[in-house]
């Protein structure tokens, strides 16, 4: 069982930028592709950003040189540093953790989430 924790979300101004954290339990962390996910209000959830076991990492197109992911293992947590914000970038966002997959960018592909957390960007 993992559990996921997110934070960092808030209010930004178009233009500035937001570090997510996503905090895990477990001692098995460092063996689980890690992913961010968003959804705004009447959207279905879109894939952001991955990260593999082996730090590899992947974005969705909407992002891609703008949001950067990394995974800290010594301290459990995965980020999301979003510059660049934009108003289309407001979303509530999940992280997701899977074991065994190669890049999951798919909702269904995951099996914890956290709670979400709410990003705000101002035009």
């Known amino acids: 069982q993992v559990q996921l924790v997110e934070s960092g979300g808030g209010l930004v101004q178009a233009g500035g930028s937001l570090r997510l954290s996503c905090a895990a339990s477990?001692?098995?962390?460092?063996?689980?592709?890690m992913g961010w996910f968003r959804q705004a209000p009447g959207k279905e959830r879109e894939f952001v950003a991955g990260i593999s076991r082996m730090s590899t990492t992947y974005y969705s197109d909407s992002v891609k040189g703008r949001f950067t992911i990394s995974r800290e293992t010594a301290k459990n947590t995965v980020y999301l540093q979003m510059n660049r914000l934009k108003p289309e970038d407001t979303a509530v966002y999940y992280c997701?953790?899977?074991?065994?997959?190669?890049?999951?960018?798919?909702?269904?592909?995951?099996?914890?989430w956290g709670q979400g957390t709410q990003v705000t960007v101002s035009a």
């Open positions: 997701a953790a899977v074991y065994g997959r190669t890049r999951p960018e798919r909702p269904n592909e995951y099996d914890y």
């Open positions: 477990g001692r098995t962390f460092s063996t689980y592709s």
